[in-house]
């Protein structure tokens, strides 16, 4: 099972949308950053994934994006084979 990091904010109903989905699938461990904690690891993530918003989800190395995209790969059949490092 590949690592899980997402950047997140408080008060964000995407982040937990994310979070509680991921859950869903069997996910129990996240590193959570949040990121208004943290300003630098919040330039870091702008600086990474070019995005300003949160939630920013990665699994593994690679950026996934935000919910939209997590659900996206989960509509499309291809998280599955991400999270297994396929």
């Not at 990474?48 to 949160?54: D, E, K, P």
């Not at 690679?62 to 995209?69: A, E, R």
Request: charged share 20%; hydrophobic share 30%; proline share 5%.
């Amino acid at each position: 099972m590949q690592a899980i990091k997402m950047y997140t904010g408080p008060y964000c109903p995407y982040c937990t949308m994310a979070k509680q989905f991921l859950k869903s699938q069997g996910i129990t461990e996240i590193e959570e950053i949040r990121v208004d904690q943290s300003p630098e690891k919040y330039a870091e993530m702008q600086q990474i994934t070019g995005q300003r918003s949160v939630p920013q989800i990665f699994i593994g190395d690679t950026h996934v994006g935000g919910f939209t995209d997590l659900y996206n790969l989960h509509q499309k059949g291809e998280l599955q084979d991400l999270l297994a490092g396929k």
